[in-house]
């Protein structure tokens, strides 16, 4: 026991000398040779003496070293807290060096020894006078670290001094001392409102974000502070540090929830574009007073969207999610998609990131699709990712799923079901079952897959398989009685027991459909009762209830078997079961009205199980918070008030215009009376928005708060309804005081006179997108310029290095000379590879797609999802209708009438347009004029025009061609046929066959492919039909009528195959009919496009039974 304790010592010996050494301590030769018990007391008791001995010695040199040498330990995370005597002596040490670095340590240590810093609160006080500002500060931290509620008034005091200190530091440290004294006294709080209110009014940046911070603290709800410092706040925001950015935009969302009014209502309009809500005459504005009013944003609503909008290219992840999270609660539904590129950006950041950012965009994804289905391969699954940072992925594929993308989703399903995650692989087919839920099309796809999963060697995956096909055939039972007997086939195999408790449920709940099967497997557990799970036992009793209901005759005694074995369970849930449905079932004197009751009780239609996302309800927090990503209401949570129904009154925010005020504005960037200053200002915070406001007649005070906004002219590429919108709301925002116009009307007059050619210009450009036709020239050029500057404004908002402190005169290079960069930009864009990865969305506009040099583009139309062979080449159809539709009835089209058909010929404008034909006539008595395309939807609507017909006499006829990209979409294609004065909207539907081009391969071939597409990829259906129609003939007819498909040479006589693929993508499609019996035909259907699979069979079923 002597020797254990002995070499205990002497180990413990060693670790001692260590950690001497470590703090800088010299051991000495006695130590190190006495004995190991002794040895350890000694060094303990000479430990850091080295260090007092320093700090106590007279030479500054000494001091100094041993203050580094303790700062040290400190940030290794050591306890230095027995130095504390000899540190706080040196506090009023007049080496400002070494005054440093005792601030530093009594910060750390001031709480845990406050009656020794009480000791030298004098010195404190007097360096709160020492004319270094770092000095200063340091002492007010220190003095605010003291937790004794004796020293609030010293901390009051001094916390008010330093709010009106002359150094901006030592303000930013008031700002953070406020919030240690209310935790200490809440009593304070009156007086550190008095503060809050004084630093809300300071101009420095570095001041700003720590009195929000503080604001946030001591009194979140007291709004009316923030009236005055909003704009002020809005225009600082961009050069705040980043920390102080998310708070401020945390607290400036909060701020315009209770005073601007909801951008979304659906019955308001959008009138930012209209002058006259400034312009309009008292007469007109009474008049249209009975009108609905449309909605009109508050300039100061626009000015914090627009002024927020460059911080989405922050490099800080945090105040990227704030903007995102400030636009989803604030902006127009129609701008918050500009958030979606920043968030994606995030995605390439380490998990923790990724997990927090995935959260967010699930939660939005459900409510808005449309925003992150362009960048949906951005969430594809990789193989390094966490499981749940896969699981969110994978909730956010299943969000974006619609018809036009399903069958990529579930293609991307299959592979994540092989996943050695089984974890994974389990979430992986819970979603299909929600895709099939969702999406009707897609939903026997999913079961039959989901059935050809139950024979996986794994049990998870099949386990799983069983409860997402219960909850499917639940919706519609009566359509699947073969699943549930193939269920009952797999039953022996299946030890999984939530799997085998879901089939026993399935055949009691439907157990009238397989009324041979459902006794059999109640005798197999019955076998097997005492060996099985509860919650198996528990559908066992349910089970027998339900047969002995419906079929009492066959399961009267196996019924009577189980309960009797289920009454003397270990399991008391199971006893009291057994009990009750033995009382409900077997009728006797005592419980005769129950059991009438029976069949109506356990033979109740049950309804349909609804799967949702785990996220739909996660909106009601605000994004971005801690309560929303734990799904449960944190402490100090604050949450986003509604929308108020009428705005309060915008006043409160005007600042009165002071001299002061002017002559600090240079610094800033604003609008002073000098001419030099202003154009050199220009150079970085103006941007063309800006110069049309300035125009008009704007004040200089408020014109602070448009300034900020001109970080967006280098980063970000904004459509012209944003321009327009946010320029004319900057005018509002200008005209709202009319006390500064005089101060800057000269200037803005000249200013007006020089910019209004160029906007002029600018405006119309957009314009000129509506074709893209190559006859025109003009319309070509003008659109080609637009794109030219959509990729580079692209191009440069996309980059993670952009930032946004470019220098004045770089600036001014970029917008004086246009036509240089545009050429570099294009080229750029010919070659870079991350417009080809996640961050590109599908070319789904003709100007991305102009861009792309045609070597390049050629790469690309070679390129499948599918591995085609090369044998395989485009056919002439196979037969072409001549069936036209109606497009314009003349009585519509004011005489103009229009038909359309499907000429069923590769289009010549671009490989992945359907060809349409179409026939106008002129039925009027008068020359219509100027016949064209005009605007169309979707906006992505890919449409090559035909050339504007100048003139169409009376009575005569003319046929157009025209080629449109429906995306492999039955979608219809949305426009407007124009003349000389009218539109008129039209919409062109086609059927699902249209979308294919024939093919012909060699049978080999059609095996080989349809191989490859198989399981999901593959529908089937059984049809009748007329005996004198199983030939050749009467089947290929109708196929070729339903689709533009090409015939295969086939070897059998009973089946006949046809090809095709699909005119977007060019994805194969396989059509095969084969004849069985006297009247009866199976029609499969292989395809990668599941949804249009199922769309096809559809139609291919209806002209066949009615051949």
Not at 302 to 331: C, D, E, F, G, I
Not at 749 to 761: D, G
Not at 800 to 816: F, I, L, P, V
Request: net charge negative.
């Amino acid at each position: 026991m002597l020797s254990m304790s002995t070499n205990n010592l002497s180990y413990s010996d060693q670790g001692g000398t260590d950690s001497a050494v470590e703090v800088g301590q010299e051991t000495t030769p006695t130590s190190s040779n006495a004995g190991a018990g002794f040895g350890l007391f000694s060094v303990d008791f000479k430990k850091n003496e080295d260090l007092k001995e320093m700090l106590e010695s007279n030479k500054e040199s000494l001091k100094l070293e041993a203050m580094k040498r303790v700062v040290g330990l400190i940030a290794k995370g050591k306890n230095a807290s027995e130095l504390f005597p000899a540190v706080v002596k040196n506090v009023a040490s007049k080496n400002i060096e070494l005054k440093k670095l005792v601030y530093v340590y009594l910060v750390r240590y001031a709480e845990e020894q406050q009656d020794l810093a009480l000791l030298s609160i004098s010195t404190f006080q007097r360096a709160l006078k020492d004319p270094n500002q770092l000095i200063r500060a340091s002492a007010l931290r220190v003095l605010s670290s003291i937790r004794v509620p004796i020293i609030v008034p010293i901390m009051m005091l001094a916390i008010k001094e330093a709010a009106s200190d002359m150094s901006p530091y030592v303000r930013k440290t008031s700002a953070h001392a406020i919030q240690k004294l209310y935790s200490l006294d809440q009593d304070q709080k009156e007086l550190l409102i008095e503060v809050i209110e004084k630093l809300l009014k300071d101009k420095s940046t570095l001041v700003a974000g720590s009195v929000v911070m503080a604001f946030e603290e001591v009194c979140p709800d007291r709004i009316d502070l923030i009236h005055k410092n909003y704009r002020k706040l809005c225009n600082l925001l961009v050069d705040v540090e980043e920390w102080g950015q998310v708070v401020i935009i945390s607290m400036l969302t909060r701020y315009a929830r209770t005073q601007f009014t909801s951008p979304w209502k659906e019955d308001g309009v959008f009138d930012e574009h209209n002058e006259r809500a400034f312009y309009e005459s008292d007469e007109e504005k009474t008049r249209d007073e009975t009108e609905a009013k449309p909605y009109m944003m508050d300039p100061d609503h626009r000015l914090l969207l627009r002024n927020t909008k460059p911080l989405l290219q922050s490099r800080n992840t945090a105040v990227v999610m704030s903007v995102a999270q400030l636009y989803w609660h604030l902006a127009p539904k129609n701008e918050v998609s500009i958030v979606t590129k920043s968030l994606v950006r995030l995605l390439r950041s380490h998990r923790e990131v990724q997990y927090i950012v995935l959260q967010n965009i699930a939660t939005m994804s459900i409510q808005r699709k449309g925003m992150f289905e362009p960048y949906m391969k951005s969430f594809y699954v990789r193989s390094t990712d966490a499981t749940h940072i896969k699981s969110l992925k994978l909730e956010i594929l299943t969000s974006l799923a619609n018809e036009a993308n399903i069958s990529t989703i579930l293609r991307e399903f299959q592979t994540y079901v092989k996943s050695q995650d089984k974890q994974f692989a389990a979430g992986t087919i819970q979603a299909i079952g929600r895709c099939a839920t969702n999406i009707s099309e897609v939903t026997d796809t999913c079961l039959n897959g989901l059935v050809l999963l139950l024979s996986n060697r794994d049990e998870t995956v099949v386990a799983e398989s069983v409860v997402v096909i219960r909850k499917l055939l639940q919706i519609q039972p009566t359509q699947h009685s073969d699943i549930i007997k193939h269920m009952a086939k797999l039953f022996d195999n299946i030890t999984v027991p939530m799997a085998r408790a879901s089939i026993l449920w399935l055949m009691g709940e439907y157990c009238e459909r397989v009324p041979k099967i459902a006794p059999d497997v109640l005798r197999k557990m019955a076998k097997s009762f005492t060996s099985e799970e509860d919650i198996v036992k528990l559908q066992t009793v349910n089970l027998a209830a339900k047969l002995y209901l419906t079929n009492s005759k066959q399961t009267k005694l196996l019924t009577q078997y189980i309960l009797n074995l289920g009454k003397y369970d270990q399991n008391y849930d199971i006893r009291d079961r057994t009990r009750f449905i033995r009382q409900l079932i077997v009728p006797n004197d005592k419980n005769g009205a129950l059991s009438k009751y029976a069949h109506r009780i356990l033979l109740a239609p049950k309804p349909a199980p609804v799967l949702e996302s785990a996220y739909k309800d996660r909106d009601r927090y605000q994004l971005g918070t801690l309560s929303h990503t734990i799904n449960t209401k944190a402490s100090g949570y604050l949450e986003l008030s509604d929308w108020p129904a009428v705005a309060p009154d915008q006043s409160v925010r005007n600042v009165e215009v002071i001299e002061p005020v002017k002559e600090w504005a240079p610094s800033l960037g604003k609008t002073v009376k000098s001419k030099p200053a202003k154009s050199s200002d220009d150079k970085f915070y103006s941007d063309s928005g800006e110069e049309e406001e300035k125009g008009s007649g704007s004040s200089s005070s408020e014109d602070g708060s448009s300034s900020s906004s001109s970080e967006e002219s280098g980063s970000d590429a904004e459509s012209h309804v944003q321009k327009n919108s946010s320029q004319t709301s900057e005018e509002s925002d200008k005209s709202s005081s009319q006390s500064e116009k005089s101060s800057s009307e000269s200037d803005s007059e000249k200013k007006e006179r020089k910019t209004k050619t160029p906007l002029q210009k600018k405006t119309v450009k957009p314009t000129a997108k509506d074709c893209d036709s190559d006859e025109n020239g003009n319309v070509a050029k003008e659109a080609n310029s637009s794109s030219a500057e959509e990729s580079s404004s692209d191009s440069e908002s996309d980059s993670d290095t952009h930032t946004d402190s470019d220098s004045g005169t770089e600036h001014k290079k970029k917008t004086k000379s246009k036509a240089k960069p545009k050429v570099e930009v294009k080229s750029t864009k010919d070659v870079s590879l991350l417009d080809l990865g996640d961050f590109t969305p599908a070319p789904v506009t003709q100007h991305k797609s102009s861009v792309l040099s045609p070597s390049l583009l050629g790469d690309l139309e070679g390129l499948s999802l599918s591995n085609v062979s090369s044998t395989i080449q485009l056919s002439g159809p196979a037969f072409v209708p001549e069936k036209s539709h109606d497009l314009l009835h003349r009585m519509t089209g004011k005489g103009l009438s229009a038909q359309y058909q499907f000429p069923r010929q590769p289009c010549l404008y671009q490989p992945t347009m359907v060809s349409v034909q179409i026939s106008l006539t002129n039925t009027t008595d008068h020359p219509l004029e100027q016949i064209h395309i005009g605007d169309r939807s979707p906006t992505g609507l890919n449409i090559h025009c035909f050339n504007t017909i100048e003139c169409l006499e009376p009575e005569a006829s003319v046929t157009v061609f025209m080629g449109i990209d429906f995306n492999d979409s039955t979608q219809a294609a949305n426009f407007q046929l124009c003349t000389k004065e009218d539109h008129f909207s039209v919409s062109i539907q086609p059927a699902i066959g249209e979308l294919l081009l024939p093919i012909t391969m060699t049978e080999l071939d059609f095996r080989k492919e349809q191989g490859k597409l198989l399981g999901m990829n593959e529908s089937s259906a059984t049809i009748t039909m007329a005996a004198e129609n199983m030939t050749s003939q009467p089947i290929s007819r109708p196929v070729a009528t339903v689709a533009n498909l090409g015939m295969v040479p086939s070897s059998q006589d009973n089946v006949h195959r046809f090809a095709g693929k699909t005119a977007n993508s060019g994805a194969v499609v396989l059509v095969t009919v084969e004849l069985r019996g006297e009247s009866t035909a199976l029609i499969t259907i292989n395809t990668e496009k599941s949804v249009m699979g199922s769309m096809l069979l559809r139609d291919l079923k209806l002209a066949l039974a009615q051949a």
